[in-house]
């Protein structure tokens, strides 16, 4: 029989969200990144659709911020043989764990900046589906950090949503522990 599927992360968890607009640059996606006054909630995130939270786009409907950033913990207990993302993106999404990348969807190759749109709009059944992606992540023993970014494929599109869902397959041992935070500045 093949292995039991783990699920690390289930859809509808809830996240913290920054959609104020800003550029946080990279320094965002890190394992100690400081998200403390990030507003929170339920996934489904987004607007324009049905959504368990509803977020900010900005002051103009025909402007409306490009890129909006999530961040949430996970824990792992060991390794796995397989890890699978499940991912609902509405229009574009660069997915890292643990301050490293380890997927796309709906996103040109090369840097992604927080003005880079999303090529294509995502429209009618795509904007509620999962999308199963196979990730390679480097996991640590305890608390992991998934990061995502979720671009508008145009300044004027009517809606932006997120969730996603994390499964592990298989045993492959123990992790190593998380990095200690780094020193006071």
Not at 117 to 142: C, H, K, M, Q, R
Request: charge should be negative; charged fraction near 15%; glycine fraction near 10%.
């Amino acid at each position: 029989p093949p292995p039991p599927a783990d699920p690390l992360l289930a859809a509808g968890s809830t996240w913290k969200c920054r959609d104020t607009g800003a550029d946080l640059g990279t320094p965002w996606r890190a394992y100690h990144y400081d998200d403390s006054a990030w507003a929170s909630g339920p996934a489904p995130l987004g607007y324009g659709d049905p959504m368990a939270t509803t977020i900010g786009f900005g002051p103009d409907a025909t402007n409306k911020y490009i890129t909006t950033y999530f961040r949430r913990t996970f824990t792992a207990t060991h390794g796995y043989q397989s890890l699978t993302l499940n991912l609902r993106r509405d229009d574009g999404a660069v997915v890292y764990v643990n301050g490293t990348e380890v997927a796309r969807s709906n996103m040109p190759t090369g840097t992604v900046t927080a003005a880079t749109l999303a090529p294509l709009a995502v429209a009618g059944a795509d904007e509620t589906t999962f999308i199963p992606i196979a990730v390679n992540a480097s996991l640590y023993n305890g608390t992991n950090v998934i990061a995502v970014e979720v671009h508008q494929s145009a300044l004027n599109s009517s809606d932006l949503g997120l969730d996603l869902s994390l499964v592990g397959t298989g045993d492959t041992g123990s992790l190593p522990n998380p990095p200690p935070p780094p020193p006071p500045p």
